[in-house]
């Protein structure tokens, strides 16, 4: 029956809201809430395609309330508050969180809450009912499909992490450097742009100079929403280790802390005694030194628990005896037709780094060996990526949109016009591919194009290439 449930009693809310599960949006308006006056034809195409109108939609006909920004929790005599996220069905078959869960939008132009417990955070996530639907780009939304319906609320080890990740954020806002803001500052608590046109809509700051900020949102990052996804609704068996075992170490240390102190405890010795002391073998292949690195945060492999959810990376770099950084740093290849057809805030580029966190693991050539320096964990400053990336970034698009360039060199090499490292203080793009591929209007075709190119927009085939961070940028980040 609709509107049958007692708002006061979050158990009633999820007995009713179980109703959702295995039914289509579409469905769920027949149902539920039948308009005479509007026919399915003209429901596939009213404005749940908007992002939230989803949740609107539900909010006002499942759960019988008129859809409102008010910051305490959506049934707020029970204290829960109603979120929907979109699940991804991955080409092997696997589940994933689609995208990042926003919270509730941060306030710039007043005093910040230093008490979480008293923040409108802390309102929306005490208990969540959380709807997870199937997104399927090639179809309406309102033929999603509602796959779950749960109540969730952050465990203990997670809301310590939670709250060191708000008080990071608020500090920031409080410094008056909320523009410098970043969803890669923080682990699992992240704060957000608000869609493509967060750039055009900003907001004076309440502290500092005053400087307009972008608007933005608590959020809970799409790394964590992938692991409560499996662990809590799929009950996969997730298979992650533990870096901090004893719940009470974030109470007195940093989570950064605690991991980098982990490797700076090895600090000064070579890659060769580290590897007698892990019992591992010396046998300087490339996977040596991280390796090495897991071994020291007490884990077996990539897969810690910790960097699983906070989506941090972990890049090992080696120094040479005068301090040089032989390699710049390499990221997944792309596809040209992709990256021309992207906005910035919507690009691969932009999103890997403004929710990507690295701790770099520093060696530093003596002899025939290498010493551990020590660990920092990182992420790229906002005014680096929206400043001096992203010019870096928008001409190699403009240029891939308008044509590349190429001439063929006496030595019958192949060259394009693409910006090269000179070009760019932090990013630059080359080839990652097995070897050179191409296939050109004027008749010319080198090498294996199916396996080592992709096409132009204009439709030619270039080699494969991938943006990499300059060497010179990352040794800048790697002080001590």
Not at 81 to 95: A, F, P, R, S, W
Request: with cysteine; charged share 30%.
């Amino acid at each position: 029956m609709l509107f049958d449930y007692d708002r006061s009693s979050a158990d009633s809310i999820l007995h009713y809201a179980r109703q959702l599960e295995g039914r289509t949006f579409l469905e769920i308006k027949r149902e539920f809430n039948p308009d005479p006056e509007t026919d399915d034809e003209e429901a596939l195409t009213e404005d749940t395609n908007a992002k939230g109108q989803l949740g609107n939609f539900l909010e006002k006909n499942f759960f019988g309330y008129e859809p409102n920004s008010v910051q305490e929790a959506d049934f707020r005599e029970a204290g829960v508050e109603l979120k929907q996220t979109c699940i991804d069905l991955k080409k092997n078959g696997e589940y994933t969180a689609g995208e990042r869960l926003s919270i509730t939008n941060i306030s710039f132009e007043e005093p910040v809450e230093h008490d979480f417990y008293k923040s409108h955070v802390w309102e929306k996530i005490r208990c969540i009912l959380l709807i997870h639907y199937l997104r399927d780009k090639t179809i309406p939304r309102m033929l999603y499909k509602i796959m779950y319906v749960n109540l969730f609320t952050p465990p203990a080890d997670d809301l310590s992490i939670i709250i060191e990740d708000y008080k990071k954020i608020i500090g920031k806002i409080e410094s008056g450097k909320a523009h410098e803001l970043s969803e890669s500052d923080t682990l699992y608590l992240g704060a957000c742009t608000k869609g493509s046109t967060a750039a055009k809509s900003m907001r004076p700051q309440y502290y500092g100079d005053h400087t307009p900020a972008k608007k933005r949102n608590f959020c809970f990052k799409r790394n964590y929403m992938d692991y409560v996804l499996h662990k809590y609704v799929l009950r996969d068996a997730v298979p992650c280790e533990k870096i901090i075992t004893d719940r009470g170490a974030l109470k007195t240390r940093t989570f950064e802390d605690i991991i980098t102190g982990k490797i700076f405890h090895y600090a000064g010795k070579t890659d060769r005694q580290l590897c007698m002391l892990f019992d591992r073998e010396y046998n300087n292949n490339k996977s040596q030194w991280s390796d090495l690195a897991y071994r020291m945060l007490g884990i077996k492999g990539n897969h810690a628990e910790e960097f699983v959810k906070a989506n941090i990376v972990v890049k090992s770099i080696r120094l040479e005896e005068n301090g040089a950084m032989r390699e710049s740093m390499s990221f997944p290849p792309f596809k040209f037709i992709e990256l021309a057809d992207q906005k910035w805030e919507d690009s691969d580029v932009y999103e890997y780094f403004s929710e990507t966190k690295f701790l770099f693991v520093v060696y530093r050539r003596q002899g025939e060996e290498y010493v551990l320096k020590g660990a920092r964990l990182w992420n790229m400053p906002a005014a680096d990526l929206d400043g001096t990336v992203r010019e870096g970034w928008e001409e190699v698009q403009r240029i891939i949109k308008e044509g590349v360039r190429f001439s063929v060199n006496p030595d019958g090499r192949i060259s394009n016009d693409l910006p090269g490292k000179k070009d760019n203080r932090i990013i630059h793009i080359r080839p990652h591919a097995t070897r050179s591929a191409y296939r050109l209007n004027n008749g010319i075709i080198r090498g294996n194009v199916e396996r080592d190119a992709n096409p132009l927009p204009d439709g030619q085939w270039m080699t494969t290439q991938s943006f990499w961070i300059n060497n010179s940028y990352i040794l800048e980040q790697l002080s001590f």
